[in-house]
């Protein structure tokens, strides 16, 4: 392989991907980028920045990548690349006041970012909740609290009266698991609690959230596209024995089915019936109904697998990543995420399926202009032939999004993780194009001119 060749993106002739139907995008969320904290009301993410040790490098998102300043320059990168789709999230509190009434001001952002994708024909994915709370609702109990399921509701019915037909397709909740797990029982997320009985809970009001979202977009957008993104960590044993094979399992289903058997089949998996009655969520008499609804997409995030071993006490216990690992200490392996969506379209009846994030943070730094990423062009590569094998076997994968557009608040790793195809220079807020984004780009002109046509947003 030539040097040249190492800094491109292919996609197999033949491949489904190459159809002009299939969806490739990039990803993004408020937090994240947007900044322009004074403008909005605080959210759970905002306290715990503020909390001394929670973010490693002691950052927050006020500012972050100035996006609320610079949305027009951010749309142009977006258009240059030639992308069919742009997933962003809506912020909570940037668009609902604490009485419950919409916040004009704060959704108009939203308007003329979401008027001005339409008319570069790039198709909108938004996203509802990607983590940032607001904070009022957190301290009447946030997510443990059923109330705030309904809270869900209400905001996800004002904001889709708000935005009327700009959307192409709706995104319940970003990764559930990480908001329960994280955020109420390692404490290493917002709002930085460490209790299994409200982790619990907080994982079922958030599908409750779901649910009840659901109902609502099919009552005010049922020509959108409405679904749920959630993270799927492929569970390994650390070696072929009965006793790790059976961790794996276990782990799966805590993290994995926990969230999949009652979004795709109303169930819970048989192991809620082992918990300690104290540590079991309060599940009402419709609740796994709501959850379940038919969706018209199931988005699916992917960044590497998981290996466990058997442990007396716990039951499982995660073994440290080998290499090779991106920068987050995450292991390089792009065959978790064949096997992921096989084994999923082999246990469940599948909608149709988004990789709705997958991507790598990277030691990148900029010699004379450039951002040479080949680190992140080898995974990004390597995660579009593992796409394509699924789809060989069937999985029917409409799409594949890039986390992310831009370098941002990596969460409890602060700014000093990159994800991005487009570098950020945080002191001055200068963008550029890594060397990714220029192959995404060629890849994308490349699809387009062999099927006839021009780029979408070009
Ligand atoms: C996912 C999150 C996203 C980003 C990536 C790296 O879990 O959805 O916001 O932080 O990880």
């Known amino acids: 392989m030539s040097r040249n060749d190492d800094l491109k993106l292919k996609v197999p002739a033949g491949s489904p991907m190459r159809a002009p139907g299939f969806i490739f995008g990039v990803a993004t969320s408020a937090f994240q980028i947007e900044g322009a904290s004074d403008a909005r009301l605080p959210c759970i993410w905002d306290s715990f920045c503020a909390t001394p040790g929670k973010i490693r490098d002691h950052s927050n998102g006020r500012v972050a990548c100035d996006h609320l300043a610079r949305w027009h320059s951010d749309l142009e990168l977006i258009t240059s690349l030639g992308l069919d789709a742009y997933r962003f999230s809506i912020s909570w509190p940037r668009v609902m006041h604490a009485d419950g ?3 004009r001001k704060g959704v108009g952002f939203y308007l003329q970012l979401l008027d001005s994708l339409n008319e570069r024909h790039c198709k909108p994915f938004v996203t509802l909740y990607h983590w940032d709370l607001p904070q009022y609702l957190q301290e009447q109990g946030g997510w443990p609290n059923r109330d705030t399921a309904f809270r869900f509701r209400d905001y996800v019915d004002q904001i889709t009266r708000a935005l009327g037909d700009r959307v192409y397709s709706y995104v319940t909740l970003n990764e559930p698991w990480c908001s329960a797990y994280l955020g109420y029982e390692t404490g290493v997320h917002a709002p930085g609690l460490t209790d299994k009985t409200l982790s619990k809970k907080a994982a079922h009001h958030l599908l409750l959230a ?6 609502v977009l099919e009552q005010n957008s049922p020509a959108t596209l409405n679904g749920i993104v959630v993270n799927l960590s492929p569970s390994y044993g650390a070696t072929d024995s009965a006793a790790d094979r059976a961790a794996a399992v276990a782990a799966d289903t805590a993290m994995n089915q926990w969230y999949l ?6 169930v819970y998996p048989e192991s809620l019936e082992r918990l300690p009655v104290a ?3 309060d599940i009402q008499a419709d609740d796994l109904n709501l959850i379940s609804q038919p969706l018209d997409f199931l988005g699916v995030n992917y960044y590497t697998r998981a290996v466990y071993k058997a442990d007396a006490a716990a039951g499982f216990v995660q073994v440290p990543p080998a290499p090779p690992l991106t920068e987050m200490g995450w292991e390089i392996y792009p065959q978790g995420l064949t ?5 999923l379209h082999e246990q469940f009846d599948l909608p149709p399926v988004y990789v709705a994030e997958n991507g790598a943070a990277t030691a990148d730094v900029i010699v004379d202009g450039m951002v040479n990423d080949a680190t992140r062009i080898r995974y990004f590569q390597q995660h579009l032939d593992a796409l394509d094998r699924a789809l060989e076997r069937g999985v029917r994968v409409a799409g594949y999004f890039h986390w992310s557009l831009l370098d941002n608040f990596e969460w409890a790793e602060g700014y000093a993780k990159r994800f991005g195809l ?12 890594k060397q990714s984004a220029h192959a995404y780009a060629e890849l994308l002109r490349e699809r387009a001119a062999a099927n006839g046509g021009t780029p979408a947003g070009s």
Request: proline residues 6%; without cysteine.
């Open 261 to 266: 058997k009652p979004l795709l089949q109303g």
């Open 101 to 103: 009434t919409i916040n």
């Open 210 to 215: 779901h649910g009840l979202g659901m109902q």
């Open 279 to 281: 540590e079991r969520p």
């Open 339 to 343: 096997d992921m969506l096989v084994s």
């Open 422 to 433: 487009v570098y950020v220079d945080y002191a001055t807020q200068r963008r550029t194009m």
